[in-house]
C-alpha cells in the first residue's frame, strides 16, 4: 500500500517561511508528476504547485515566486519551500500524485498569523 507523509508545517508569522517534505513509499514515485494541494477551513481542496518526474514545475497563481517545489527522487521525497507566506496560505497542505490520486496522508497544517 503506497502512502504519503507530510511534515514540515506550523505556526509562523506572516512574512516568514517554512519548508514542507512529502514521503512516499512505493515504487512508482520517481515516475510520477506530483503534487501540492492544499485545503482552508470551508474551501475546497486546491492545487498549489506540481512537479514532473524530471523536474518541470509550475505554481497556482496565487504562490508563484514565493514557493517553490522540488523532489529529490532517490529519497523519495517531494518538497515545498514556502517563502513570503501570508495569512491566506493559512491550510493543510496534502501531497499526492496530479493525476490518478494515491489515498490522501493526514496533511500537514500551516498557519499563517498577521
Known amino acids: 500500500q503506497v502512502q504519503l507523509v507530510e511534515s514540515g508545517g506550523g505556526l509562523v508569522q506572516a512574512g516568514g517561511s517554512l519548508r514542507l517534505s512529502c514521503v512516499a513509499s512505493?515504487?512508482?514515485?520517481?515516475?510520477?508528476?506530483m503534487a501540492w494541494y492544499r485545503q482552508a477551513p470551508g474551501k475546497q481542496r486546491e492545487l498549489v504547485a506540481a512537479?514532473?518526474?524530471?523536474?518541470?514545475?509550475e505554481y497556482a497563481a496565487f504562490v508563484k515566486g514565493r514557493f517553490t517545489i522540488s523532489r529529490d527522487n532517490a529519497k523519495k521525497t517531494m518538497y515545498l519551500q514556502m517563502n513570503s507566506l501570508k495569512p491566506e496560505d493559512t491550510a493543510v497542505y496534502y501531497c499526492?500524485?496530479?493525476?490518478?490520486?494515491?489515498?490522501w496522508g493526514q496533511g500537514t497544517q500551516v498557519t499563517v498569523s498577521s
Open positions: 499526492n500524485r496530479k493525476y490518478t490520486y494515491l489515498p
Open positions: 512537479i514532473t518526474s524530471g523536474g518541470y514545475t
Open positions: 512505493g515504487s512508482s514515485f520517481s515516475i510520477s508528476t
